[in-house]
């Protein structure tokens, strides 16, 4: 239990009540007929927990029938502790995620006001280069902080699961075609790089079409920041016995092994990798939640 305590009734000599702790840490039951002690280490379904030392006219039937109460008891006390803790995280999560619900509504109402007079601004005629570049510069931050909001809203959606899933038959080469449509307004030499891979043009798959949408998304995006420049990147579909595999390839620095789980951990960023893109580490995450998802959703 990781107490790291001793505790002892009746009268024990100087230097006796540290026999339990030996026993623990080496592991060892034994009785000693000379000074009527019995040493018994006590395990639960996790390994050794403790000791427990007995003195006096005792079996060693009795010595063994305490030692499974107390390995009992001490493993019923910590499915509590780990039950509370379960809850406890539960509970910090729903806070979070209607916290990052609460911030996103809030910062979306004025960035697409900044959104909308800053697009206003580039279609009018008469500024100057520098005055036309921070415009765009300013659009271009509005867009970004725009689709961050947008990812936490949906961040909150999907740990919350107030996804409203619909069903239907997806044709994944369509549905490629828009990602990458929507993911290249205003970089069409980024559209140039993306190379579909679909044999079949007619492959479907019954889905959410915006869950998955969600997903090719960030991955896609990903791809684009963590690739090569000018490099191509591969989206690909196709079936494989009962199943449909989706797959983005691109050219660049590999996730280190250790990393490769825990990319997928909301707010974690590879430190191999932190310096080639700027991000949040919040995409993955997303993935991640969407993917239980759909796999939900096929039992």
């Known amino acids: ?4 305590r001793t505790d002892r009734a009746g009268d024990w000599l100087p230097g006796e009540e540290e026999m339990a702790t030996a026993a623990f ?14 040493q018994r280490v006590l395990r639960t379904g996790t390994g050794a927990v403790g000791a427990l030392v007995l003195r006096g006219q005792s079996s060693a039937l009795v010595a063994d029938a305490l030692v499974s109460l107390s390995a009992i008891a001490i493993d019923r006390h910590q499915s509590v502790e780990n039950e509370d803790r379960a809850e406890s995280a539960r509970k910090s999560e729903q806070l979070r995620a209607a916290v990052m619900d609460a911030l996103a509504h809030e910062f979306k109402t004025p960035l697409t006001a900044v959104q909308t007079a800053s697009s206003g601004l580039l279609e009018l005629k008469g500024l100057s280069d ?3 570049d921070l415009v765009r510069l300013i659009d271009n931050e509005a867009v970004r ?5 947008t990812r936490l809203l949906q961040t909150a959606k999907l740990e919350a699961q107030k996804l409203d899933l619909e069903m239907e038959e997806v044709n994944l080469k369509s549905l490629i075609e828009e990602v990458l449509g929507d ?3 205003g970089r069409e030499q980024e559209r140039s790089r993306m190379q579909i891979a679909v044999d079949d043009p007619d492959l479907t798959v019954r889905v959410d079409r915006g869950l998955l949408a969600t997903i090719l998304a ?6 684009r920041k963590y690739s090569t420049p000018a490099t191509p990147i591969e989206i690909a579909a196709r079936r494989s016995r009962t199943e449909v595999l989706i797959s983005v390839h691109n050219f660049g620095p590999t996730i280190p092994i250790e990393d490769r789980e825990q990319v997928f951990e909301r707010f974690y960023r590879s430190s191999a990798l932190r310096e080639v893109a700027p991000g949040t580490g919040i995409g993955l995450s997303i993935v991640r939640k969407a993917r239980r998802h759909i796999t939900d959703m096929y039992g």
């Open 183 to 185: 993911s290249s307004k």
């Open 25 to 38: 840490h080496a592991d060892v039951e034994q009785d000693d007929p000379h000074t009527q002690t019995r």
């Open 145 to 149: 902080l725009n689709a961050l909001c």
């Open 1 to 4: 239990m990781n107490l790291n």
């Open 130 to 132: 520098s005055q036309s």
């Open 218 to 223: 960030q991955y896609i995006d990903n791809a």
